[in-house]
């Protein structure tokens, strides 16, 4: 249990015994500090309670609290509000806690099972910049909900089923006729593909420009999407085709912005479940047939505004997305009975998860228990505050977002850095960190814009501050072990900024369930933020490693340890890795 949990825990039982009904007091860090390092306000709502003044009752938990060693400067203020501070020994004592782990500050919640559904690349479409937050964000998340315990299955849900589908099978078709995959009487023989995974950068285009301007083509790219949903063998097999061979970029991408799935599955895996699927749904007599599509009625009658039905068949019976992520979710809960599914994606799908979570509330295809989420996130914009695009007006795809900012990184470079391959290396390393944190750093719903100068800026909130701080406490942790210094003898602190840090740690858990409940990486990545400047404060205003007081000195290497570990700990979760130098 982490250390103001703790805290909180005792105070409660102390307030329980003194009469009060309160579950559990809340230890929040001062808005003033100059009145104390912390306090608690919970008076209020108890002199509701009991009809009487939160002064009084405010008096008698400070009379209690005056008994405990780990308090001091305890005062009230105004009507109620009580303020006080922690004492040094119980600070130190909180380091020596940290030094030994500092996973032991955290405070784990009740383990679950969750599928977290994000990335969601388009085969054969190139990843653009509307999937960054969907990777960072998810995995980010899938991270910290590990972190907590949770047992979490990513899974990156291709966009394989889709229009995009026919569309290239059919620039294919015209491109290459004599594949034998378009034969007549094609009975599943082999044969590789006359094209390149760079030539699928030009194929989709052409063929989506294609079908936009020619209503047979764009027929025709819908007949052969329905075949391949079907399992057409000759369409199938050139799809998976298609689709192997954009995979290695999509990874590639992936792994650049450390994101990983432990699944990699996409909707068309989802129509092994369709058919059992919709006749369950018939079963429990939900459909209904309107002008030849299969719909299902997803009203409620408290419903304030139009909820369309939900389109589960086309009228020339294909499926569609909300087909897929219904059946998907038919499928997760018959394999895995998860206690939550989360969606990362763009806010505007907004719509459609609410009528494909309403369908399966309904059905009871999910239970009562089981909870869906959608954390829907804003866009990242150009200055015009419209979705980031090229200069020319095209869809800015992730490959050169990222090469964007790692030109400016690559500026900043450290210039004793003097290996080519490292640099670039290096350089790439801190644009990705440039580039996440930028992304995390905005609560998850707002827009922000694209400004690659000033993510890779060393100075400010950006990614490059964080790991150049960090890098620079491991330099002097490393120096120190140089010096003999190994275990750090925890003595006494100067009570200024040292202190500040670890009241700082020590609201760490708090963070990191507030983060974990609201599904944003923003206060994580403010608390590095906070966490680092402070610590860079306190580094410029005293000499660790020259201070003649060992027992300050051999303190504040376990602080700056401490710090270090904890840097690292959460530039994890937001997915950051930290180079050896920059
Ligand atoms: N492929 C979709 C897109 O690019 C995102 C998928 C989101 N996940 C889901 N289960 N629908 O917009």
New binding site residues.
Partial sequence: MSILRNIENDITEMMCKLGYNIEKVNLQPSGRPELGEFQINDAFSLAKENHCNPREIAEKIVTELEKDGRFHNLNIAGAGFINLSLTEEFYLEALKELSKDIKSNIDMEPAKKIII?YG???VAKILHV??LR?ANIGEALKRLARLLGMEVIGDV?L?DSGLQAGMVVSEMKERYPELPCFKENYQGEDFSLPITSDDLSVIYPTASKKAKENEEKMEEARNITYEIQKGHLGYSTIWNKVKELSLPEIKRIYEELNTSFDLWEGELDSFLYIPDMLKYLEEKNLLEVSEGATIMDIKEETDKKEMPPIILVTSNGASV?ATT?LA?IYGRMKRFSPDEIW????SR?DLHFEQVFRASKKSKITTEATRLEFVGFGTMNGSDGKPFKTRDGGVMTLRDLISLVNEETRKRLNPMITDEEEQKKISKMIAIAALKYADLLPYRTTDYIFEPSKFADLEGKTGPYLLYSTIRMNSLLKKARNEGYNNYEIKKLKNETDKEILQTLLNMPRILKKSYDVKSLNDIAEFLYKLTSTYNKFYSENHILTSKDEELKTTWLALTDVVYKTCLLLLDVLGISVPEKM
Wanted: net charge negative.
């Fill in positions: 559904d969601g690349a388009n509307g999937h969907s849900h966009g997305y992520d998907t969606y990362l994606a763009d799908q």
